[in-house]
């Protein structure tokens, strides 16, 4: 007995998962969760937007005046997730294994392929930044929405030895051995956003002991999400060697002078910046160039001309990247985004996403799919048609002879 | 038998009635081409084929005046003096004669509060002249410039309109100003003769400030130099530009309104020109002065009022006539599409008027081949509806000016234009036809008094296979989309707002689709469904645009706000008519005698 109740309760669950009202109700939640989300881009920033209403498993409302928010509305990851099982489910079990479903069978796998690349690229995709002036050579990326604490040893004049500390550890506080170095620090202080100043006469001391950061007035700011804006992290941090402190420093983004402390005849530099990670392959802005129509302000395109250099690898090669015309190396993209300094510095967007090609496949699956079956239903409506139309002229001659 | 019985109605000739239709529609669409373009003997179409270098492409001086007067009276012509004044005449009395220009009324202005600010009463009279405006320009100007620097999506009704004012009044000083100094004795003659006499030079840095396109070719495009440019050099020791003197003298012979001279001036000056530019120019006039879009509209407008009345009186012989109208209205629109393309070197859609033009085409002509395969009158019907639709909204969208500007850099790829954005423009068409067929039917099921069934199910196929056509259209253009922007930005899909609009369009499409695979919804459903999927691409097409944020946001536009509402309000009523059930259909309703009409 109990087994039976068993299999009914599974296959009522196999049938739920596999019935086309399912789909019906994931898709239209998804369509108001993608209107949700392109309304509140106007506040929030695409990419706040988008993890909010789309890359998570629950969309939250924060109920007014409290801090409080309740779960209103199932998330994009978790509509998305139903949907490929419900895809899945009713593939493997739904539709008939004919010729005839040949397209839908292609559609729909197309469809759990880009599902399932949209997943890959929300987990794996790291976008980065590579900002080059006209003739300078950069070895390494930078992640404009990360930041972290860099201590270069800038003992050797030729080569900085760099250790980074990320953000997330200095979220967390304490104290943090830096590997490869003597060195600890403790991290006495954190903020996500500031805002810096002059400290004013008569302000209370800063926290801060040593360096430019024992001048300054730092506020703290509300964390930023929206696009176009930046948040300015910075740390009360104390370097020390076992009992030996260097004293407190500020680090901070946007504090441009360099701080330096000297420990058993190495000097070492304090900043916090961008987080940077070091390629194995280096680049060199050649010519940047940016052209207009004439007599006229549109931007007509932009290009940077970049030597690439890969010892490792024994390339060494001259490559145009342009709008629409992106440089791919090694795993990454390097797109040409922006550029300043009367056009003689270009950024460039780096993309790394090991999904990249789910998309092209899933697309010509999908397509193809979609032309077999409307072929094969337009023949069968065109054969309908004409034994209809053969049934009338019988029936019509028959009225005539009679 | 039923085939018979109209065969036997209609008279011999009636077959040749659909031809005989679509002749006269074809001789009126073409017969503006063939007007002399001369006033008072003054060949002003002429002057109007003179190739000039403006927003960076060559274009014959008929467009700049075209399209300034759109701008600034939202209208290509206007009445003076019991007479019409044609863009190219208009523009000659700009450049030439600015005291004449200046007493013209062509600046429209419909604001309350800014005719408040010049002490004008609202009263019928909407155009003004330059010459009433002209003691308010300072104040106009600080006014402006007090609304300048709010975000254009920011501004109140007032601030929009005092800019946009201030805009227009600036283009025209622009233009006033593009071949002498407005209002100077002797203009260009005297300019040329003063050349390198003091104080020319600051006439001169006026002329090269303000001239709004340049007039004398060189070799390269970046060559072209305007009049300003052309005197500096000649100033600065350079030969005298070929075309100065006969500028000046086209310029004299205005203003004294001297024929014949001002004929032979136009043709020298029409020497200096390139050939193949010049080839190009004319085509381009001659695609002004046709007015593709423009016959288009005209044209759907009859084969719908044909249609009407083929629905009250003499179907068997009128629809085949609204047909055939409606074939030469495709013909029309064809061609102007077609030349578009040629003109602009570029695939059909590369801003969002030409989005407008082109998916109105796309309707037209799966509304006539709908109409080939069934022959009821409905494809006809809704292809016209469309059509003219759309090129009403085109012919709104066109009043920024050049609607043959160039591409901005990201744009720049006819691979992508003519991919991505031609299949998924084609996508809305078919969501767009898809809702209007859904339209007829609802129509149809509460006017129409007799039922007809296998009318009826021939609009619900219809309207499916459409629905099918647009899932894969407007899925196959939102991938390619995904794939440029992949190529060009770095991601496939970045939730932005169009990417978002396309995407709700394909989730709204597959919905209906499984909705009626599934058995959830029938007739009505599907069609109820097929309407709102008029909302959703009104939506994603000018809505996004009007949030502003994101990468697409290059078609910008706030106008259209209140249209879109009144177009979305306008549907729901039609998907409130459609979910009505059969108890209020007019064919129940008056309790007519179910007689099965065979198709």
């Known amino acids: ?402 | 038998m039923k085939k018979k019985d109209i065969q036997t109605q209609n008279p011999t000739w009636a077959k040749y009635l659909p031809w005989l239709a679509a002749i006269v529609t074809l001789i009126g669409a073409v017969s503006g081409l063939f007007g002399s373009g001369q006033v008072r003997n003054m060949d002003v179409q002429a002057l109007g084929r003179l190739p000039v270098l403006e927003g960076g492409r060559v274009k014959p001086l008929d467009s700049i005046a075209r399209n300034s007067l759109l701008v600034i009276r939202s209208q290509q012509s206007f009445r003076y003096n019991d007479r019409t004044v044609g863009p190219d005449e208009w523009l000659a009395d700009v450049l030439f004669r600015a005291d004449i220009a200046d007493d013209q009324p062509i600046f429209v202005i419909n604001d309350p509060d800014v005719l408040a600010l010049m002490g004008i009463k609202q009263s019928s009279e909407r155009y003004f002249s330059f010459k009433t405006l002209s003691p308010y320009i300072d104040e106009i100007q600080k006014q402006s410039e007090a609304a300048h620097p709010i975000d254009a999506k920011q501004r109140t009704r007032y601030q929009s309109a005092i800019v946009n004012l201030f805009d227009r009044l600036y283009l025209y000083h622009k233009l006033k100003h593009s071949v002498q100094v407005a209002g100077t004795e002797g203009g260009l003659t005297q300019e040329i003769k003063d050349v390198a006499v003091p104080g020319a030079e600051e006439r001169q840095a006026v002329l090269r400030e303000l001239g709004l396109f340049r007039a004398f070719p060189g070799a390269k495009v970046s060559d072209w130099r305007s009049v300003g440019e052309a005197l500096r050099d000649a100033r600065n020791g350079q030969p005298l530009d070929k075309g100065l003197a006969p500028m000046a003298r086209v310029s004299d012979a205005w203003a004294k309104q001297d024929a014949p001279a001002f004929n032979a001036a136009v043709g020298e000056l029409l020497t200096q020109a390139r050939p193949d530019e010049m080839a190009t120019a004319k085509s381009e006039l001659i695609f002004n002065i046709a007015q593709p879009f423009y016959t288009g509209m005209v044209i759907y407008v009859i084969a719908l009022l044909l249609l009407f009345v083929s629905w009250a009186r003499w179907p068997g012989l009128l629809q085949p006539v609204a047909f055939a109208v409606l074939l030469v209205g495709v013909l029309v629109h064809t061609a102007g599409l077609t030349s578009r393309v040629i003109l602009q070197g570029r695939p059909p859609v590369t801003n969002l008027y030409s989005s407008a033009v082109f998916v109105g085409w796309g309707a037209v002509v799966l509304g006539a081949i709908l109409e080939w395969i069934y022959r009821k009158g409905f494809g006809t019907a809704v292809a016209a509806a469309s059509g003219f639709a759309s090129l009403i909204v085109a012919h709104h969208l066109a009043s920024d000016g050049d609607t043959m500007e160039m591409m901005r850099a990201v744009l720049d790829s006819n691979f992508w234009l003519a991919t991505h954005v031609v299949t998924i423009t084609i996508g809305y068409s078919g969501t767009f036809l898809a809702g209007a067929i859904a339209i007829g039917w609802t129509i149809r099921r509460h006017v129409v008094k007799v039922q007809d069934p296998a009318a009826d199910k021939a609009l619900v196929a219809m309207c499916y296979g459409i629905v099918c056509f647009a899932v894969l259209f407007s899925f196959v253009g939102t991938v390619l989309g995904g794939i440029w922007a992949e190529q060009s930005w770095g991601r496939f899909w970045g939730w932005d707002p169009k990417e978002n609009g396309a995407l709700l369009i394909v989730l709204w499409n597959a919905i209906i689709l499984h909705a009626r695979w599934g058995g959830y919804a029938r007739d009505r459903g599907i069609m109820t469904m097929a309407i709102f999927g008029n909302i959703i691409t009104s939506l994603s097409w000018f809505g996004v645009n009007m949030l502003g944020v994101g990468l697409h946001s290059y078609g910008f536009m706030d106008k259209a706000f209140w249209a879109l509402v009144a177009f979305g309000s306008s549907q729901l009523l039609f998907m409130l008519f459609a979910l009505l059930p059969p108890r209020f259909w007019s064919g129940n309703r008056v309790a007519a005698p179910r007689t099965p009409v065979q198709a």
């Not at chain 1, 209403?53 to 939250?60: D, N, P, T």
């Not at chain 1, 992640?143 to 800038?154: G, H, K, V, W, Y």
């Not at chain 1, 001259?318 to 629409?324: E, R």
């Not at chain 1, 053969?390 to 029936?395: F, I, S």
Request: charged share 20%.
């Open chain 1, 1 to 402: 007995m109990a087994k039976s109740e068993n299999k009914s309760a599974l296959s009522k669950i196999l049938g739920a998962l596999l019935s086309l009202k399912l789909t019906i109700v994931c898709l239209g939640m998804l369509m108001v969760l993608v209107v949700a989300c392109t309304l509140a881009q106007v506040d929030m920033g695409t990419n706040g937007a988008v993890n909010a209403f789309m890359r998570s498993f629950v969309v939250w409302w924060k109920l007014p005046g409290t801090a409080y928010s309740i779960p209103v509305f199932p998330g994009g990851t978790t509509v998305g997730a139903i949907l490929a099982v419900n895809l899945v489910v009713s593939q493997l079990r739904g539709l008939k294994r004919t010729w005839s479903k040949a397209g839908l069978w292609l559609v729909h796998i197309g469809l759990v392929l880009l599902v399932a690349a949209e997943f890959v690229s929300a987990a794996l995709q790291v976008d980065a930044r590579l900002t080059i002036e006209e003739g300078q050579t950069i070895d390494y990326i930078e992640r404009p929405q990360e930041f972290e604490l860099a201590i270069l040893d800038t003992t050797d004049p030729k080569h900085d030895e760099v250790y980074g500390v990320p953000e997330s550890l200095l979220k967390q506080g304490g104290t943090i051995a830096i590997n490869g170095t003597p060195l600890s620090i403790r991290v006495k202080q954190y903020f996500k956003n500031t805002e810096l100043g002059r400290k004013e006469e008569g302000a209370p001391p800063s926290l801060a002991t040593q360096g430019v950061g024992t001048g300054v007035a730092i506020k703290e700011a509300p964390a930023v999400t929206a696009d176009d804006d930046r948040n300015h992290p910075a740390a009360f941090i104390e370097p020390f060697v076992g009992s030996k402190s260097y004293g407190v420093w500020l680090a901070a983004a946007g504090l441009g002078a360099p701080q330096n402390f000297v420990h058993e005849g190495r000097t070492y530099q304090l900043a916090m910046r961008p987080r940077r990670e070091y390629l194995p392959y280096k680049l060199t802005l050649k010519k940047f160039s940016h052209d207009v129509y004439p007599g006229t302000d549109i931007p007509k395109n932009f290009s940077s001309l970049v030597h690439l250099v890969d010892k490792g690898a024994g390339e060494e090669r001259d490559v145009l990247i342009f709008m629409n015309q992106p440089l791919r190396y090694a795993g990454r993209t390097f797109y040409q985004a922006s550029f300043g300094k009367n056009d003689t510095l270009s950024v460039l967007q780096v993309v790394e996403n090991p999904g990249w090609l789910l998309p092209y496949i899933s697309c010509a699956l999908v397509t193809l799919g979609l032309l077999i079956h409307f072929a094969i239903s337009l023949r069968r409506a065109q054969r309908k048609r004409q034994r209809q139309a053969a049934k009338d002229a019988n029936l019509d001659s028959d009225q005539v002879t009679a």
